[in-house]
């Protein structure tokens, strides 16, 4: 069973064959993006930019870019020429236009993508849900009352609502999979130093920009555009590059979790779209599932608890602890929690948290071999309000860390992907997280590939549509 082309391809494809012109499909874009503010998804708009930009496009006749004239969404944590980069904080709503683009949206324009805007993201891409002081609340558009999840939260409302066909996106605790889960999209956080870094992130060895998209396809194609050493990341690959591996049908050790840390039960719905999942994926590799009880993984500390010192720690060192507390009451709460907590984090505590991530690398190292997988949700809760709450009684604040199921693999380096599963009861998607060896990302997508045969996902949620089927392309 094959899978239709995605949006990235339908749209690259009539533009090169001049069926579809630049400008239409970039105007055709903004109208919708105009159209759907009850999503609130973009940050800044850069419009008139964007139809000179096509109109140029159409006129020079130079349409051979992998992306040739496909409109995109570039997260406001990124720089793009020309534009703000305010990254959801009042304390940053003067600042001034970047001076050059950040490495993936420069390799997107340079294949020919063309910019629109900036998406929403929480304050300093801190929060696993998408609100802040300075854009308001975005919404998932699989129901409005809920998040579409954080920190890309923009991006995946923007791609699941069919408004943009590429919206980037970073991840360092589950930036690209949550969202991906809770708007039902297939997402890539890639092995650190797959896409080159520069400069260096906020926190520093976890954080690394992925690719999210509505069809396996369109994410491989991503990550062929945006992959690539950059100098001066000491993490990317050599130039030779690197023996990339995709799934050749071999056999796999395929190990299943509900918890990588001992942080509580599943949700009860959680737990059973999980099984169901497993089961599902067992089948289509021909593999059998190995259960593993939380308290199997580590036995020298845990890396979702470690993760908190060592991130709240550098987000306090890059930003300057001086200018954190001159504006520190400009900040959103939650961010407020979690700068407060870098603030007395002890150099001691960081230096340990740091070494014991050595551990936690062996530990999955071993775990995963030559072709072990790691099958766990890829958010362990079933969603959460628009605006952070868990439920409409409870107060406003950052995230507890018993609904997270990301933060592992930052940790530890290695590639993860989010497949769409199906529906929770409450009628948002659930979203398979596939964990690798290192450098194993396009056998990730391999594997989704072969579920997205056999268990397609809708491109888009409940009544939006793609872009290509509003230029009646298909």
Not at 16 to 31: F, K, M
Not at 398 to 406: D, I, K, N, Q
Request: overall charge negative; proline content about 7%.
């Amino acid at each position: 069973m094959s899978t239709p082309p995605g949006s990235l391809h339908l749209l690259r494809d009539a533009v090169r064959s001049r069926r579809l012109s630049v400008t239409r499909l970039v105007s055709a874009s903004i109208e919708r993006l105009e159209c759907a503010g009850e999503l609130n998804v973009l940050a800044a708009r850069n419009f008139d930019d964007a139809l000179r930009c096509a109109a140029d496009m159409d006129r020079e006749g130079d349409l051979a870019g992998a992306l040739c004239g496909v409109p995109a969404l570039v997260k406001d944590l990124e720089d793009v020429a020309g534009l703000a980069t305010r990254k959801g904080s009042l304390a940053l709503r003067d600042a001034p236009p970047a001076p050059a683009d950040a490495v993936v949206p420069g390799r997107l324009r340079q294949a020919g993508a063309v910019v629109v805007g900036k998406s929403t993201l929480p304050e300093f891409a801190i929060e696993g849900y998408t609100a802040n002081l300075l854009t308001g609340v975005t919404r998932n558009p699989w129901d409005l009352a809920y998040s579409p999840g954080g920190s890309s939260g923009g991006s995946a409302a923007a791609l699941s609502a069919g408004l943009v066909a590429v919206a980037t996106a970073t991840d360092g605790g589950g930036s690209v999979r949550i969202p991906a889960s809770l708007c039902g999209l297939v997402g890539l956080k890639p092995t650190n130093g797959t896409i080159g870094r520069w400069p260096a992130h906020d926190w520093i060895d976890y954080s690394t920009d992925g690719p999210l998209a509505t069809s396996c396809e369109d994410l491989r194609l991503l990550l062929d555009v945006t992959r690539g050493r950059v100098d001066g990341d000491p993490t990317s690959p050599s130039r030779q590059g690197v023996n990339w591996v995709g799934y050749d049908g071999a056999p796999v050790r395929l190990i299943a979790a509900e918890r990588t840390s001992a942080l509580g039960a599943l949700d009860p719905s959680v737990a059973a779209s999980l099984r169901d999942g497993v089961a599902a994926l067992a089948e289509r590799l021909g593999a059998r599932a190995e259960w593993m009880a939380p308290h199997e993984f580590f036995r020298d500390g845990d890396p979702d608890l470690d993760w908190f010192p060592v991130t709240s720690a550098e987000h306090v060192a890059s930003l300057g602890r001086e200018w954190v507390l001159d504006h520190f009451d400009q900040f959103h709460p939650a961010t407020r929690e979690f700068l407060s907590a870098g603030l007395s984090v002890t150099l001691d505590d960081y230096l340990a948290a740091r070494r014991r991530r050595f551990h936690y690398v062996r530990r999955i190292d071993e775990l995963l071999g030559e072709s072990g997988l790691l099958v766990t949700p890829s958010v362990a809760a079933p969603g959460w309000l628009a605006d952070g709450r868990m439920t409409d009684d409870s107060e406003v604040h950052g995230l507890a860390p018993e609904v997270y199921s990301t933060a592992v693999q930052n940790v530890t380096g290695n590639p993860a992907i989010t497949i769409p599963w199906g529906r929770l009861p409450n009628g948002l998607p659930f979203g398979l997280q596939v964990t690798a060896p290192h450098f194993h990302d396009y056998r990730l997508i391999d594997i989704a590939a072969l579920m997205e045969r056999t268990h397609p996902w809708p491109r888009t949620a409940p009544g939006y549509e793609p872009l290509e089927t509003v230029l009646d392309l298909v």
